[in-house]
């Protein structure tokens, strides 16, 4: 598997607060996609980063990626009810193709 | 606006029956993708295509084939459908040579069921 922790999981938020979506694994890769899937729709990439950005921001989203230890988060600043999906973060492997972890299901509450 | 049509949208099959499921993109891209989600999980690759009349194993690719007959068209073929491919499929584009870093763009997704 290319995936060290599992991160299937549920949070819950308020509405206005900060959340942070974390990605762990296990092989080499040199780019992080984000993806965000509304339901009963097809993932959407909202974010991408690379390995020699450490950080990358796009609205109240921020990303980062930490190589050495094969992680990568994903945080929402002031969340909205708008922002409840499920978000993925998936990897570039071997020839093009993209690997998605089991995914973050994000609440909002107003 | 990139565009990926799948349909049908929903299928219900029986078991040992074929079932095909296919795909249109718009985007002009090379890079065509089946995936698979079960419920409350996340996207398994079953097979994917980078140029028309080839096609290659994802990492799920038993009980499943697929056929790239265009640059537009890419189909998800169960000769044999079974229980346990009850899920939802979706069809992914992306151009790999561009600058977003292999990007995909995906359809709305087919709701299989299986019976």
């Known amino acids: 598997s290319q995936w060290g922790e599992e991160n299937l999981q549920a949070l819950s938020i308020q509405e206005g607060e900060d959340v942070t979506m974390n990605c762990s694994y296990k092989?080499?890769?040199?780019?992080v996609h984000w993806y965000r899937q509304d339901s009963g729709r097809g993932p959407a990439l909202i974010i991408l980063i690379r390995s020699n950005e450490r950080e990358k921001r796009s609205g109240r989203l921020r990303a980062t990626l930490d190589t050495s230890s094969q992680s990568s988060s994903l945080s929402i600043t002031a969340a909205q009810c708008e922002d409840t999906a499920v978000y993925f973060c998936a990897l570039n492997y071997n020839q093009g193709k993209l690997i998605f972890g089991q995914g973050t299901k994000l609440s909002i509450k107003p | 606006e990139a565009a990926v049509t799948q349909s049908p949208r929903s299928k219900v099959a029986v078991t040992g029956g074929k079932v095909t499921l296919s795909c249109h993109q718009t985007n002009n891209h090379d890079y065509m993708y089946w995936y698979r989600q079960d419920t409350g999980h996340g996207l398994r690759l079953i097979h994917y295509s980078y140029v028309a009349d080839s096609t290659e194993k994802g990492d799920i690719p038993d009980g499943y084939k697929a056929s790239r007959p265009s640059q537009e068209n890419f189909s998800l073929i169960l000769e044999l459908a079974s229980l346990s491919q009850t899920a939802v499929y979706f069809c992914?584009?992306?151009?790999?040579?561009?600058?977003?870093?292999?990007?995909?763009?995906f359809g709305a997704g087919t709701r299989l069921s299986v019976l």
């Open positions: 992914a584009s992306s151009d790999s040579a561009g600058r977003k870093g292999n990007t995909l763009y």
């Open positions: 092989t080499y890769t040199t780019v």
